[in-house]
């Protein structure tokens, strides 16, 4: 993995949550995690309105998929002085694949926001089968999966085992690996008059067997939630990494 070792990826549904003090919390997250690549899913606008702000920060559009309306929104940033490049490989409303080398080395990679319609997301599920069979190169998979695979998942709410079970029939033709998480079990809550009444495993990072035999000792920490019903996702391309705990 030459040059990748100390690779950060954040990825994070803000949930339309770019006003100022979502910009502030942005600010804080760039300077305290200082990440190389920044995610952000249902953006709820267009990157036009944003793309002064993320420059102050020292990051350019790699890939848009701009939202319709309030609905959806996937935007790929990089650092402007990454030390590797990137090229598009897929381009779908419900996830960005795109390539990223340095020297001799590439893999690929995946920024999802899966829709909240159960039908759609079949149609999305169909695009990640399709995009599997043309990638030769490890394969790294992040964002918002608007799924869930076990009931330990969920608290406060209702498991659906078909929707469940297609997720986890998509993962193993895909040959795709939960990569777990540090610091929290969920990644979504709701809440009613202050107080959470339903939480979920939405987010999460999926590896194939090659990317986690490249990267065996990445791992995935949960971050503090502000300013959307989501926790932000940091994945850690390390060479050590905490206890991992899995949801």
């Given at each position: 993995?030459?040059?990748?070792?100390?690779?950060?990826?954040?990825?994070?549904?803000?949930?339309?949550?770019?006003?100022?003090?979502?910009?502030?919390?942005?600010?804080?997250?760039?300077?305290?995690?200082?990440?190389?690549?920044?995610?952000?899913?249902?953006?709820?606008?267009?990157?036009?309105?944003?793309?002064?702000?993320?420059?102050?920060?020292?990051?350019?559009?790699?890939?848009?998929?701009?939202?319709?309306?309030?609905?959806?929104?996937?935007?790929?940033?990089?650092?402007?002085?990454?030390?590797?490049?990137?090229?598009?490989?897929?381009?779908?409303?419900?996830?960005?694949?795109?390539?990223?080398?340095?020297?001799?080395?590439?893999?690929?990679?995946?920024?999802?926001?899966?829709?909240?319609?159960?039908?759609?997301?079949?149609?999305?599920?169909?695009?990640?089968?399709?995009?599997?069979?043309?990638?030769?190169?490890?394969?790294?998979?992040?964002?918002?999966?608007?799924?869930?695979?076990?009931?330990?998942?969920?608290?406060?709410?209702?498991?659906?085992?078909?929707?469940?079970?297609?997720?986890?029939?998509?993962?193993?033709?895909?040959?795709?690996?939960?990569?777990?998480?540090?610091?929290?079990?969920?990644?979504?809550?709701?809440?009613?008059?202050?107080?959470?009444?339903l939480s979920k495993r939405l987010d999460r990072a999926l590896g194939d067997v090659d990317w986690r035999t490249e990267f065996a000792d990445a791992f995935v920490e949960v971050l503090h939630r502000i300013h959307s019903d989501h926790c932000p996702l940091l994945i850690h391309c390390s060479a050590s990494s905490p206890n991992q705990v899995t949801a």
């Amino acid at each position: 993995m030459i040059g990748f070792e100390d690779l950060k990826i954040i990825s994070w549904n803000v949930r339309g949550a770019l006003h100022e003090n979502g910009k502030r919390f942005v600010k804080e997250l760039i300077r305290t995690k200082n990440p190389d690549i920044v995610f952000l899913l249902e953006t709820r606008c267009q990157f036009t309105r944003a793309s002064r702000f993320w420059k102050s920060l020292g990051f350019s559009s790699s890939f848009i998929s701009e939202a319709v309306g309030f609905r959806g929104g996937i935007w790929v940033l990089t650092k402007t002085n990454a030390n590797f490049n990137t090229r598009l490989l897929h381009m779908h409303n419900q996830a960005i694949s795109f390539g990223i080398w340095r020297d001799n080395f590439s893999w690929a990679c995946t920024a999802i926001y899966a829709s909240p319609s159960p039908a759609q997301r079949e149609v999305f599920w169909d695009h990640l089968c399709h995009v599997r069979i043309g990638i030769t190169i490890p394969w790294l998979l992040v964002g918002d999966m608007n799924e869930i695979l076990s009931p330990t998942e969920v608290r406060g709410g209702e498991f659906f085992p078909n929707r469940a079970n297609k997720f986890a029939e998509v993962l193993g033709s895909c040959n795709l690996i939960d990569l777990g998480l540090v610091g929290g079990n969920f990644t979504w809550y709701r809440k009613h008059n202050n107080r959470i009444i339903l939480s979920k495993r939405l987010d999460r990072a999926l590896g194939d067997v090659d990317w986690r035999t490249e990267f065996a000792d990445a791992f995935v920490e949960v971050l503090h939630r502000i300013h959307s019903d989501h926790c932000p996702l940091l994945i850690h391309c390390s060479a050590s990494s905490p206890n991992q705990v899995t949801a």
